[in-house]
């Protein structure tokens, strides 16, 4: 019987239980794609992450939902990274790169005063127009379409996992969101497997540029994910595409969570290139607690 040590840690903050959860399973070269669904849907959390070896990159990492395994996920990297070097897996490792299904992505540790920073790039952003019904889609986040702000576009994004990006005129509307996200499908008919993510420019935390919620695609088998780094990743490329698009070079807070009593923080950095725009983020993580399953209990 093989037993299989799950490792909570709460990325995006450095309090216990803040933050978002991410599972980490650190034998992950011993377990096969089923094996890595069955821990995950067991886990529960949003995304459970696996490092694993790579002949590409310095380490491969797979992230899987309860439902699906994921291209990217920015809180599972956080968690897997900080989990690797404060277990001293990584040593004096400073610089690495991770392989991804979304390609092979660069890493930086840096040891600060408060902790472990972790700072990953993003694939580069991509957008694309949302063609469906906005009334629709405001009522399937239990809004009016008068919540959504009609100076900015609705639109797919994505530095790696495709999201569909809301803005919304305040913060009031978030305390009244109630997703039904069976009907995000219906709705997302140019990317029926896209996740939803509502934002707004207006903040909890004054040292925060913006404020958004995470509502999960119906095929991951989660409902919200607390504070989400790919997202807001592609918050950082929105921004200066739609908001301030003469701007060369920025650095942004994102706050997220507080509705669900997480309340996390994400630094998006953004800088033009000749080529494209370069998306990174900024997060730490903190470890929560151990626990173990046993795989063939899964596998009945």
Not at 139 to 149: E, K, N, P, R, V
Request: charged fraction near 15%; proline fraction near 5%; aromatic fraction near 8%.
């Amino acid at each position: 019987m093989t037993t299989i040590h799950i490792y909570h840690y709460d990325a995006f903050t450095n309090t216990p239980h803040k933050g978002n959860p991410a599972g980490v399973v650190l034998n992950g070269d011993t377990l096969t794609d089923t094996d890595m669904q069955l821990i995950a849907t067991a886990v529960g959390f949003n995304e459970t992450a696996f490092p694993v070896h790579s002949t590409v990159a310095d380490l491969r990492i797979r992230f899987f939902t309860p439902g699906h395994e994921m291209n990217l996920c920015g809180h599972a990297t956080m968690a897997t990274i900080y989990a690797l070097k404060t277990r001293g897996y990584l040593h004096d490792v400073t610089t690495l790169t991770i392989e991804t299904n979304a390609g092979i992505l660069p890493i930086t540790i840096e040891e600060r005063t408060n902790g472990i920073y972790i700072t990953m790039q993003h694939a580069a952003p991509q957008f694309e127009s949302f063609n469906g019904n906005t009334a629709l889609l405001a009522q399937s986040l239990g809004l009016h379409d008068t919540d959504i702000a009609d100076t900015l576009p609705i639109v797919y994004g994505s530095t790696g996992v495709w999201t569909l990006l809301v803005p919304i005129k305040g913060l009031e509307a978030f305390q009244r969101m109630s997703p039904v996200n069976a009907q995000f499908p219906s709705i997302l008919t140019d990317m029926p497997k896209a996740s939803v993510h509502p934002f707004c420019l207006e903040t909890y935390d004054d040292t925060a540029h913006m404020h958004a919620r995470h509502f999960s695609s119906p095929y991951s088998g989660t409902i919200e994910d607390a504070v989400t780094g790919t997202a807001s990743g592609v918050m950082g490329a929105y921004y200066a595409n739609y908001i301030n698009p003469d701007v060369s070079a920025l650095s942004l807070t994102v706050e997220q969570g507080q509705e669900i009593g997480k309340d996390g923080r994400v630094y998006v950095h953004m800088k033009r290139t000749p080529e494209n725009m370069l998306i990174q983020i900024t997060g730490t993580a903190v470890y929560v607690k151990e626990w173990t399953i046993e795989l063939a209990n899964l596998c009945k």
